[in-house]
């Protein structure tokens, strides 16, 4: 689980994640030529646009040839909580994400899918 950081005032935070919920944003990251596969994991990037701050936007693809519902938020569950383990870590770098992965993720262990993840985000984003 990620450590929690320190709010500016005062107060323990979760590091945010922004989610993608909107339609144009997500055909723009299908267009998007930045994309890297390594082993179950999918990642595209598109860069943060000039003056948006905050932090990373994420949307997930795990469809349903992954398996049930259970298996398919396990698989974001333990994507987002790595990606959150990233961001404390400052190896995530602003811009937006899509991430995908299949039902193996659900079963990785944890010492194997956050360097897979890492190595992921490092080479897409380079």
């Given at each position: 689980?990620?450590?929690a ?12 994640l ?55 938020n396990?698989?974001?569950?333990r ?32 010492s ?14 380079a």
């Amino acid at each position: 689980m990620p450590a929690a950081v320190q709010a500016p005032d005062g107060a323990t935070a979760r590091p945010q994640l922004w989610r993608i919920t909107d339609r144009r944003t997500f055909q723009a990251l299908r267009r998007s030529r930045r994309r890297v596969r390594r082993g179950p994991l999918t990642i595209t990037w598109m860069p943060p646009e000039p003056g948006s701050p905050g932090p990373p936007r994420v949307g997930f693809a795990v469809g349903r040839a992954n398996g049930g519902a259970v298996t398919r938020n396990r698989v974001r569950r333990r994507l987002r909580a790595a990606l959150r383990e990233l961001l404390v870590g400052g190896r995530l770098p602003a811009g937006t994400y899509l991430v995908g992965a299949t039902a193996d993720v659900a079963t990785m262990p944890w010492s194997a899918l956050v360097p897979a993840l890492e190595a992921a985000v490092a080479e897409v984003t380079a």
